[in-house]
């Protein structure tokens, strides 16, 4: 089977590993997999197989996500048997590949995603009219595509994100590297892992941890980058915390921050299903995060973690203390939680069965 992946840019985002991976592990189950991005380069770009070809639109960067010349004439000419759109930018395409590929026999199925909590372009609601098919990341997500934006229940299919770095079966606490940072053996490290953007909204983890008892040992480590990045900084500086608040930059694989911490702490007000979240828990970490589309599904409630109103600071900080006390049975259910329910091959053979229903190789598999 030829997929083709399409995506804007491999910047360091969730949806890009997400894509990354995909492309990986269909390589690996003796696809044809192609990488299709508008935008050459990217953080994630070093990340990419030789398994995996690669093809970019733009002759140079032009720096702009939206840009994708010759796209239909790409995918006519390739002719693959899946399309599948990842990212904000690639599904609003969805409508023009169908539209370039119309003549065609045997015609690819282009598969559009859901993995947003944001509004949706027009350009992207077209196309989920006129694509074949719609993978949704979470049951909410798919409850959005139906109630919201129309689509029957039979044209959707939720197959959750997949973990991607799971934790080696010899993971160990990281000392060393919370020592490197200043953290004590009673220090609770709160982690959180995601681009710098607004919605990520960082700079409330911020302002939660500062209001932390004055007892309560602590250190707030933020991973990732992006435009968000130098106010989330600043603020740091301006509430004297910066001894406290560690940014560290870009993380090709933050597994070893994963082994290092003690609760992942998430204030996103925009979500579909948080990556972050799921890593954080298969590596034994609770979670605490704020409420947004898909964290219920993220979390089993009071045994994994804890989902929280937005403007609810103090019920947010008695979340962290609760959980910082978890013992090491609990934290292993949230290991074996996300392990299971976000397991790469579970995900990825429920993406070649729906393409292979999609190309008339066999039945229909359940829609859940």
């Known amino acids: 089977m030829k997929i083709l992946l399409i995506q804007d840019w491999l910047r360091s ?61 790409y995918v006519a000419r390739t002719s693959p048997d899946i399309v599948l759109c990842m990212g904000r930018m690639a599904n609003c395409y969805g409508s023009r590949i169908v539209q370039a590929t119309h003549g065609q026999r045997p015609r690819p199925a282009v598969v559009g995603t859901m993995r947003t909590g944001k509004n949706l372009p027009w350009l992207f609601r077209r196309s989920l009219r006129r694509v074949h098919h719609v993978v949704a990341n979470s049951a909410a997500a798919k409850s959005v595509l139906i109630n919201r934006h129309g689509l029957s229940a039979g044209k959707v299919t939720v197959i959750y994100n997949s973990l991607v770095f799971p934790p080696a079966p010899s993971a160990r606490r990281n000392e060393h590297l919370r020592a490197a940072h200043g953290a004590t053996p009673s220090t609770t490290v709160l982690l959180n892992v995601a681009m710098f953007r607004p919605e990520k909204n960082q700079r409330a983890l911020v302002e939660l941890a500062s209001a932390l008892p004055a007892d309560f040992d602590w250190q707030l480590w933020l991973a990732g980058d992006g435009p968000a990045r130098p106010a989330c900084a600043a603020l740091a500086r301006k509430l004297g915390l910066a001894d406290r608040v560690k940014f560290l930059g870009f993380q090709a694989d933050p597994s070893a921050l994963y082994a290092a911490a003690d609760v992942a702490v998430h204030a996103s007000r925009s979500e579909s299903l948080s990556n972050f979240v799921i890593e954080a828990q298969a590596h034994g970490l609770p979670a605490v995060a704020c409420e947004a589309q898909g964290l219920e599904e993220c979390i089993v409630p009071e045994v ?41 091959q579970r995900q990825i053979r429920a993406y070649l069965d729906l393409f292979s229903t999609l190309t008339g190789d066999k039945p229909a598999p359940p829609t859940p």
Do not use: N, Y
């Open 13 to 73: 985002g969730g949806t890009e590993r997400q894509t990354v991976l995909l492309a990986h592990a269909f390589a690996a189950a003796g696809q044809t997999a192609t990488l299709l991005t508008f935008r050459p380069g990217g953080a994630l770009e070093p990340t990419l197989s030789p398994a995996v070809t690669r093809h970019v639109l733009q002759p140079f960067d032009l720096r702009l996500d939206w840009c994708a010349p010759g796209l239909g004439r």
């Open 304 to 344: 994994t973690g804890t989902v929280v109103p937005h403007g609810r600071p103090d019920a947010f900080r008695a979340a962290i203390i609760k959980f910082a006390a978890l013992d090491v049975a609990r934290r292993q259910q949230a290991a074996d939680f996300a392990r299971t329910t976000f397991d790469p």
